[in-house]
């Protein structure tokens, strides 16, 4: 089975453009979830989809980030007006209804603000 | 409270030498899955290894080895006779369950470097 695709797998924009990211998740999947490592730190969750619905968006850092998920297929990430700050690997993740033990993440895109 | 500690930022070995870094984890759950992921300079997340909380077995891949205690709630990672490709950022990783779906949480890292 084709794993989880994102793409761009990089992308290099001045500040104050707009990106978007986007995730083809496994085929099938209910859930997906987005996370990013920005500046070196740590892995954090932005938010989770369950097919097209946002169960869990506590991690989403302001409102110049936006998801999508039309039809519980892929999904978007879009940042608008992109900062220096958000600069860093945005990684995608799917897992089945129900299921446990983790996802299966992407290769991320890496961002870079300038 | 759910958490993951590495307390190890940033390691530093020669190459060929053996290193482990440490992993500490925090939860209630009685069911929950462990990870390590290897963060290459490229960027891309490279799954490792999962461990489920009832299977207390070590385990070796190649060079690479893991050994899971709960008792001590511990899942440290080996790398014997370490390469400059094992240059990378490490994370351990919990899985456990919200209300109807995992959530996975990452520890902040740690920063291999195998010098030549």
């Known amino acids: 089975e084709a794993g989880v695709t994102q793409f761009p797998s990089h992308s290099v924009i001045e500040k104050g453009q707009t990106v978007t990211l986007r995730c083809d998740p496994i085929?099938?999947?209910?859930?997906l979830y987005w996370y990013r490592r920005v500046m070196g730190k740590e892995i954090k969750f932005l938010l989770h989809?369950?097919?097209?619905?946002?169960?869990?968006e506590s991690g989403m850092p302001n409102n110049r980030f936006l998801a999508e998920r039309t039809g519980g297929t892929y999904s978007t990430l879009k940042v608008q007006p992109a900062e220096l700050e958000d600069s860093g690997v945005y990684f995608c993740?799917?897992?089945?209804?129900?299921?446990?033990?983790?996802?299966?993440f992407g290769s991320g895109t890496r961002l870079t603000v300038v | 409270a759910q958490k993951v500690t590495q307390a190890q930022t940033e390691i530093s070995v020669v190459e060929k030498e053996d290193v482990t870094l440490d992993c500490v984890y925090e939860?209630?759950?009685?069911?929950?899955?462990l990870f390590w992921y290897k963060q290459p300079p490229s960027g891309e997340l490279v799954f490792l290894i999962r461990?489920?909380?009832?299977?207390?077995q070590n385990e070796i891949s190649g060079r690479y080895s893991w050994n899971f205690q709960k008792s001590t709630s511990s899942f440290n990672f080996t790398i014997t006779a370490s390469q400059v490709v094992d240059s990378a950022v490490y994370f351990c990783?919990?899985?456990?369950?919200?209300?109807?779906?995992?959530?996975?949480?990452f520890g902040p890292g740690t920063s291999l470097s195998v010098i030549p």
């Open positions: 989809f369950v097919k097209e619905s946002k169960q869990d």
């Open positions: 993740a799917s897992s089945p209804a129900g299921g446990r033990g983790g996802y299966t």
């Open positions: 939860t209630r759950d009685t069911t929950y899955y």
């Open positions: 085929s099938g999947h209910d859930n």
């Open positions: 461990r489920n909380s009832f299977d207390e």
């Open positions: 990783a919990l899985s456990v369950r919200v209300t109807s779906y995992d959530k996975v949480i």
